[in-house]
Each structure stands twice: as C-alpha cells, then as structure tokens.
C-alpha cells in the first residue's frame, strides 16, 4: 500500500501564513501538518509516498527533506497548480494511483493516529471516511444507507439543510484499492477532465461513480476519533485547542469561553445553563419566527423595557434590559464611585471592575457559606459605596434565605449604601420561586438603593440570546443606566423571547421542580465518590473540594483529554488559598453519569 498527498494548494484563505510557504507547513502546536501527516504514514509500512506539490513546491520538498521519514518518497510537480484544482493534481498521479493500494489524502488535514488506522484496519478495499455533519462544517457532504454504501455526494448546490440528518462530511482521506482505481476511478477521472477540464474537483468523479447500479466505494463512519480540516484562521484556531494537550489543551478551550458547538463530542459541565428548559414548543415558536427575526430590526430600550418588566410584573422605569447581565454589571459598576463590598470566593465580573476600590469578606469555614448578619457586621465598619450579594452564591451555592436579603435591604438603605443583589441562580433555589425573588415592584419602591440583576441565560436555558435585566427603584438611576446603554442593545430573538416567555411559565415552573429533584440525586453521587467532597447547593452547580493532595488542575485537564467533559477549575479564583475546589455543573442524568464514571474512575486510586 502507498499513500497519495495533494499539496498542490495556495491555501490564501489562511493569508499571510501562507504568504510564503504552502497551507501544509502551516504549524498546529508547533508542529506542522505535513510533518503530523508523514510521521503517521511512516509508521504504516507503506511502500512509498507521493506528494503532489505545487505552489513553493520547492520549499515544501527542502522541509520534508530535513524531517525523519523512513518511508521513500517521491513528488509530482503541478506546475499550474494556480489555474486548476485538485482534480488535476490527482490526474497528475494517476499512474501511480493503478500500480497499487493507496491512502489518498489533502495536506490541510490535521488528525489523530486513530484515523489512519481505522481506514488501514478495515479488510473493505475502497472506503471513504466520513464523520457525522455538524454545523459548522463546510464542503462535500454523502448520504449512506444501512450497508454503508455511499448513495451520493452532495455539493453545495444540492445541499438542503433540512437534510442535515442524513448527512455525512467527507474527511478527505480515502482507500482506493487497486482494483477499483484501474476499473472505476482512474478511467472516469481521464473522461470526466477531459470533458470538463482541471478547475474541478476530484469528489467529482467519484459521485459519478455511485451513480452506478454496483456500489464499489463504502463510507466508513469515524466514531469519535479526532481530525479536522484547516482552511482558515479560524479553523487553525480551533485545531491548536483540538490538538493541544494536558493543562494547555485545557487552557486554550476554557479560554475560548463558549462557542462550543464546534466541538461537537465536548460536554460542558464548565458553564451554567437550565439543562430542562426551553422546552421543544418555545424552540419551535422560535424557529417559527425565524426569517421575520433575522431581517428586521429589534425595538428599542424603552419598548425592551417594558417587555420585560411585563413578565417580572414591574413597571418599564424599574427595568433595564441587558445585552446579557455582564453588559449591565459593566455599566453599573463604572456609574458608581466609591469602594465595592464583596465576598470571595465569588463571581468576579464585578470585583473585576473594581480592582483598586475592593472591601473583600471571605468566609471562615471549608464550605465558604456566610449569613446575612455576617455580611452586615463585616461591612458595617468598612467604607464602601456599594454591595453585592450573589445569591446563591457562585461557585459555592450558598444562599441567603429572603427574609435575611431583606433585612440586608433595609440595613443598606440606613447606611446609604447602594445594595446589588445577583439573582441570577435564585429560581433553582428549594421552595417557590416567585417567594425566593426580589423582583417585586413593592420592595423595590420600599427600598430605592436595591438594584436586582437576574441573568435570563442561566435560569432559562438561553445563553445564546445573551439577555439580562436590572430592576430598581431608583427610576432615575435607571434611566441614566438605559441612556449608558445602546439603543439596540438586545437582537430580535432575544426581545421576541421575552414577549413569547410569559406563555411559558408553567413549563418553566415543571422544568425547575425536575432540575432540583435531579441535583438532589447528583449530590448524593458525589458523595460516594473517593477523595472527593461536595459542598451542599442551592444553584444549578455543585462546589466540590478534592481530598488527600489530588490537583483540580491536573483532574480538570485529565476529565478534557480522556472524557471530552469540561469542568470549572477553581484553582485560579480568589478565596480558596490551597485549597483545591472544582464546580460541576449539574445536566441531565445521562449526561451526569459520564461525569459521575469519570470522576469515579480518576479519582479511585492514589494520587496521580
């Protein structure tokens, strides 16, 4: 068997990195993908490889040159590699793909050592790999059916997103067995070049292949095995996370915070959403008002405002609607002056904005719980302008009961102190939610010097709609806050969603009730789990200490590399000293479980 590489290419989507050097000296985590590549291949036993260069060919022949490949090699040289595509680099090599077996594949692939083995590995002679479509990718696309036989290839023309479920990507890397090359491919790819030039590709040929009554090329479906295609920045961005290991594979994906559907087998147990809700009706009211939300503009402030105040029962002065509550914290914090109160551990986006004006509380016990007449004795004798109390707590869970909130009001109303209150976890809290809230138009009249931010992307499940809101009863204050404020702030989707919600709200009220019994199970797991102690919670996460030298970073890292589950390591935060806390998001049980194994399996031995 020999391997074919199509390295002809210009790769200008990827710009200046290619400014001088073909796509495939393109480094990943200091490693190039041509030597990634080669490295694989030569350990195959192959008998030769052909790269078919183009564009710096000659530099691309001098790099390889330098590298530790046992595997012969030998290039064919498309000298019009600007005026054709790849179907013309494979038409260059085609004397080469009858005389045996081959492994043909593009030089913009990054994968693992799995792939190639999997396509080595299976006795099928003429295989295409393909992985489930997802939505971010791009190219051709085949649909299979039950023996695998590949039914079509589907171009961007053909494509229908209504489809996407039958869809398979093409992985660009293939087995052709000799056979099939001598009397389907070679054959078909002279006739169809010489019908309709080089500026093709040779996906091409092989889709006039399945046309035929004999299917002679299978899918092979990957399972998970890691690989992706780089065309641009953006994708050579994804593929240093991808392809990174340990604690810096843990580093760059946690630094990207979210957009974690382009890692399709990742599960997030790192941020917090209602894993109950919205339910399959609201999505599909959603989806229903799609093409109207997408090409008209939102309303304004003062229309979003009282949207929103509507479904909390306030009036449209109280309330501020946010492009998510991290817009409102910003402006909150930069329009008053004076020290911040805070407890650590906590949620730093508001100490953040406070950096040299900070009065800190940090708890005295192992659990960081606190009560409301700890915060106020503290606080009493410090000079500040404003405090905050996240309740619950993050990444703790702790929670003050409402009746000690509002004795914390009318303490902060005496001391002439502007008292926030971050609601964004309250409704996952035991007892009835609308009893749990501040967001009552009478207590914020009684006491004007509380604001409450409640973050929609958490408690509703929609962090993608990015929407949050502050109510209170300074209705001056709050208008200055809108002026601050863009006058769009919030898309179509997200105003849309807050008119549609109040329909909802039994929905959301079952969908809570499932939530707290499923974290109730949860704790009780992780209890049994070795080394490993929860802290009690009243939020849509779980605090848990690691016992007896264990090391929330290296158990952080281990879970990403080995598990695809991402956790919250909480080694960076202010508060813990030494100590080593990790949060855990609390989902579905399914998916609770694969936390759960994992934990039990990394953490049931001695110390690693």
Same mark, same amino acid.
Request: charged share 30%; hydrophobic share 40%.
């Given at each position: 068997?020999?391997?074919?590489?199509?390295?002809?290419?210009?790769?200008?989507?990827?710009?200046?990195?290619?400014?001088?050097?073909?796509?495939?000296?393109?480094?990943?985590?200091?490693?190039?993908?041509?030597?990634?590549?080669?490295?694989?291949?030569?350990?195959?036993?192959?008998?030769?490889?052909?790269?078919?260069?183009?564009?710096?060919?000659?530099?691309?022949?001098?790099?390889?040159?330098?590298?530790?490949?046992?595997?012969?090699?030998?290039?064919?040289?498309?000298?019009?590699?600007?005026?054709?595509?790849?179907?013309?680099?494979?038409?260059?090599?085609?004397?080469?793909?009858?005389?045996?077996?081959?492994?043909?594949?593009?030089?913009?692939?990054?994968?693992?050592?799995?792939?190639?083995?999997?396509?080595?590995?299976?006795?099928?002679?003429?295989?295409?790999?393909?992985?489930?479509?997802?939505?971010?990718?791009?190219?051709?696309?085949?649909?299979?059916?039950?023996?695998?036989?590949?039914?079509?290839?589907?171009?961007?023309?053909?494509?229908?997103?209504?489809?996407?479920?039958?869809?398979?990507?093409?992985?660009?890397?293939?087995?052709?067995?000799?056979?099939?090359?001598?009397?389907?491919?070679?054959?078909?790819?002279?006739?169809?070049?010489?019908?309709?030039?080089?500026?093709?590709?040779?996906?091409?040929?092989?889709?006039?292949?399945?046309?035929?009554?004999?299917?002679?090329?299978?899918?092979?479906?990957?399972?998970?095995?890691?690989?992706?295609?780089?065309?641009?920045?953006?994708?050579?961005?994804?593929?240093?996370?991808?392809?990174?290991?340990?604690?810096?594979?843990?580093?760059?994906?946690?630094?990207?915070?979210?957009?974690?559907?382009?890692?399709?087998?990742?599960?997030?147990?790192?941020?917090?959403?209602?894993?109950?809700?919205?339910?399959?009706?609201?999505?599909?009211?959603?989806?229903?008002?799609?093409?109207?939300?997408?090409?008209?503009?939102?309303?304004?402030?003062?229309?979003?405002?009282?949207?929103?105040?509507?479904?909390?029962?306030?009036?449209?002065?109280?309330?501020?609607?946010?492009?998510?509550?991290?817009?409102?914290?910003?402006?909150?914090?930069?329009?008053?002056?004076?020290?911040?109160?805070?407890?650590?551990?906590?949620?730093?986006?508001?100490?953040?904005?406070?950096?040299?004006?900070?009065?800190?509380?940090?708890?005295?016990?192992?659990?960081?719980?606190?009560?409301?007449?700890?915060?106020?004795?503290?606080?009493?004798?410090?000079?500040?302008?404003?405090?905050?109390?996240?309740?619950?707590?993050?990444?703790?869970?702790?929670?003050?009961?409402?009746?000690?909130?509002?004795?914390?009001?009318?303490?902060?109303? *005496?001391?002439?102190?502007?008292?926030?209150?971050?609601?964004?976890?309250?409704?996952?809290?035991?007892?009835?939610?609308?009893?749990?809230?501040?967001?009552?138009?009478?207590?914020?009249?009684?006491?004007?010097?509380?604001?409450?931010?409640?973050?929609?992307?958490?408690?509703?499940?929609?962090?993608?709609?990015?929407?949050?809101?502050?109510?209170?009863?300074?209705?001056?204050?709050?208008? *200055?806050?809108?002026?601050?404020?863009?006058?769009?702030?919030?898309?179509?989707?997200?105003?849309?969603?807050?008119?549609?919600?109040?329909?909802?709200?039994?929905?959301?009220?079952?969908?809570?009730?499932?939530?707290?019994?499923?974290?109730?199970?949860?704790?009780?797991?992780?209890?049994?789990?070795?080394?490993?102690?929860?802290?009690?919670?009243?939020?849509?996460?779980?605090?848990?200490?690691?016992?007896?030298?264990?090391?929330?970073?290296?158990?952080?890292?281990?879970?990403?590399?080995?598990?695809?589950?991402?956790?919250?390591?909480?080694?960076?935060? *202010?508060?813990?000293?030494?100590?080593?806390?990790?949060?855990?998001?609390?989902?579905?049980?399914?998916?609770?479980?694969?936390?759960?194994?994992?934990?039990?399996?990394?953490?049931?031995?001695?110390?690693?």
């Amino acid at each position: 068997m020999q391997a074919i590489i199509l390295a002809a290419g210009m790769g200008k989507r990827l710009k200046e990195l290619t400014k001088d050097a073909t796509k495939c000296m393109v480094k990943v985590d200091g490693v190039t993908l041509i030597e990634r590549a080669l490295t694989q291949l030569d350990g195959l036993g192959l008998s030769r490889i052909v790269i078919v260069v183009g564009y710096e060919g000659k530099k691309l022949m001098d790099y390889i040159g330098t590298l530790s490949i046992k595997t012969p090699t030998i290039y064919v040289d498309n000298q019009i590699y600007y005026k054709t595509n790849n179907i013309y680099s494979l038409y260059m090599a085609k004397d080469y793909l009858t005389e045996e077996d081959t492994l043909l594949l593009e030089s913009d692939l990054i994968f693992e050592k799995a792939v190639l083995e999997k396509l080595v590995n299976d006795p099928y002679p003429s295989l295409a790999l393909v992985a489930k479509y997802e939505s971010w990718m791009d190219g051709t696309v085949v649909t299979l059916d039950e023996e695998d036989n590949i039914l079509d290839f589907i171009g961007k023309k053909s494509f229908r997103f209504s489809d996407v479920d039958k869809y398979y990507k093409t992985v660009n890397i293939y087995k052709f067995g000799k056979e099939f090359s001598n009397s389907h491919y070679v054959p078909f790819l002279e006739a169809y070049c010489k019908a309709l030039g080089n500026n093709e590709y040779y996906e091409q040929v092989l889709k006039v292949i399945t046309l035929l009554d004999t299917p002679v090329i299978k899918g092979l479906r990957l399972d998970g095995e890691l690989w992706y295609e780089i065309d641009d920045e953006q994708d050579l961005d994804i593929a240093e996370s991808l392809f990174a290991e340990g604690k810096e594979k843990l580093k760059k994906i946690s630094g990207r915070y979210g957009g974690y559907w382009r890692y399709p087998h990742l599960k997030d147990f790192c941020y917090l959403v209602n894993p109950f809700y919205p339910g399959e009706k609201l999505v599909d009211e959603l989806k229903a008002s799609f093409t109207e939300l997408l090409t008209n503009y939102p309303s304004g402030m003062e229309v979003n405002s009282l949207v929103a105040a509507k479904y909390f029962g306030l009036k449209k002065e109280q309330v501020c609607v946010g492009n998510g509550a991290a817009e409102l914290i910003k402006l909150l914090m930069e329009m008053v002056p004076g020290k911040l109160g805070t407890v650590y551990p906590t949620f730093e986006e508001y100490p953040n904005r406070k950096k040299d004006e900070l009065e800190v509380f940090t708890p005295g016990n192992r659990d960081f719980t606190y009560t409301a007449d700890e915060l106020m004795e503290y606080f009493g004798e410090k000079d500040i302008a404003i405090l905050v109390l996240i309740n619950p707590d993050n990444p703790s869970g702790s929670y003050i009961p409402r009746k000690d909130v509002l004795r914390m009001a009318e303490w902060a109303e *005496r001391k002439k102190i502007r008292f926030v209150l971050d609601e964004s976890f309250v409704d996952f809290a035991d007892g009835d939610m609308e009893e749990n809230s501040l967001l009552c138009q009478d207590v914020l009249n009684r006491y004007p010097a509380l604001f409450v931010v409640k973050s929609i992307s958490k408690s509703y499940g929609v962090p993608g709609l990015r929407l949050g809101v502050i109510a209170g009863g300074d209705t001056a204050f709050i208008s *200055r806050m809108k002026k601050q404020a863009a006058i769009w702030n919030i898309n179509s989707f997200g105003e849309y969603y807050m008119q549609i919600a109040e329909k909802y709200k039994g929905d959301y009220s079952r969908a809570m009730e499932q939530f707290k019994e499923v974290r109730s199970r949860y704790l009780a797991a992780l209890g049994d789990i070795p080394h490993l102690r929860p802290v009690p919670s009243q939020a849509n996460y779980v605090m848990c200490e690691l016992m007896d030298g264990f090391d929330s970073g290296r158990l952080a890292a281990v879970l990403l590399e080995k598990y695809n589950l991402l956790i919250k390591d909480l080694s960076a935060k *202010r508060g813990f000293g030494n100590r080593q806390y990790i949060r855990l998001a609390v989902k579905r049980p399914k998916e609770n479980e694969q936390l759960l194994e994992a934990l039990k399996t990394e953490l049931s031995g001695p110390v690693r």
